[in-house]
């Protein structure tokens, strides 16, 4: 006879991990699911975010971004380096230890939560009076039982059509971490957040980086007018971005790879690159889930079909995270698995996409909260908006880092704030001020009025949300 749970997740990653600590808190016998292996064939719960996502990218980030100091900044603050050099297997070695402390300490807050954990492919066997039955199949084959479902297997890259992953010369954000040598030439195939991640990571330790992107605008997700500083910011950096590019053949010799395209002028080229990184989004994994075993929906993309609540079609059968509708944020899917877990309870689980932040990690960072300027212009809404640039913040110029600026948009009858937007210094840190603020229906001059340490990068907040009212202090 399985093991009989309240609760089994299928998936380790934000979404799943999160899901099953707080249903075990809930006071629930949960289990978790999770089949991604380290190296050394142990378990590596965390997903795409812990294994080769969001954690993994922003050592890295952090390494060239302290090397590219080193060799461009330190000077400005009279600190002279000598001949300057990378060792990439050593900034790999600390991104891999990085990564393995967090699946421990995964493992570890299963083990205080007493969540029980199966190492191996999670997929439904078939509903009976009991629940749902579930294989797991790992190095010991097993299946267990849960009154209720909560799958959480996340998301896949998205492979050009003809153009598989190798992970050695085509690259998905898996490969992208992995490089060993900084290479010559890297090409990147679409701007968006992996692509310029991963492409800011490798032109930093001196790679040629070029970036082809399909769609005529640059960020198009973004409010347009931070989009543009970014822009013009990561070209000045050295980043060839080409827009509204048609990809053509692309051929792999196992050396190197060749790209044919043709620009937004009709004009053909045919670029030579070390490697390939192919960024055009990710697909929602169901492979091996076997959701046909018990008639579990899945909507014309793949995505597994869920209400409002995350409920698939199928009664105690839930979903979270990349594998259902919404945005494919990590803290996202954290977000669902704490309200299925909470529902599951019969509490009532909270979450307000329309203040999820969106964070690019590059720097200088773009991070936003609600509703862009032509958003609000397409919806007809009459809005205020105020801005205040960072090179008239103390605190950044102390940092030597004046670049970007923060952009309040805020209703222009109530003054309720709609949306922040950030290019710049933290802003990864600072858009959690407007998060704040608009889950609680907060008011530009709400902000305006708050007093903020000086010196510090909140005060370019305060000042963008003073400007909307065209009262800034120190611009």
Known sequence: MSKQFDVVVIGGGPGGYIAAIRAAQLGFSTACIDAWTNEKGGPAPGGTCTNVGCIPSKALLQSSEHFEHAGHAFADHGIQVGELNIDVAKMLGRKNTIVKQNNDGIIYLFKKNKVSFFHGLGSFVKADAAGYEIKVAGKVEETITGKHIIVATGSNARALPGTPFDEQIVLSNEGALNITEVPKKLGVIGAGVIGLEMGSVWRRLGADVTVLEALPTFLGAVDEQIAKEAHKLFVKQGLSINLGVKIGEIANSGKDVSVAYTDDKGVEHKAVFDKLIISIGRTPNTNGLNAEAVGLALDERGFVAVDGDCKTNLPNVWAV?????????AHKAEEEGVAVAERIAGQHGHVNFNTIPWVIYTSPEIAWVGRTEQQLKADGVAYKAGTFPFMANGRARALGDTSGMVKFLADASTDEILGVHI???????????????????ASSEDIARICHAHPSLSEATKEAALAVDKRSLNF
């Open 423 to 441: 290019v710049g210094p933290m802003a990864s840190e600072l858009i959690s001020e407007a998060v704040v603020a608009m889950e609680f229906r």
């Open 321 to 329: 995270g990349d594998v259902v509708r919404g945005p494919m944020l």
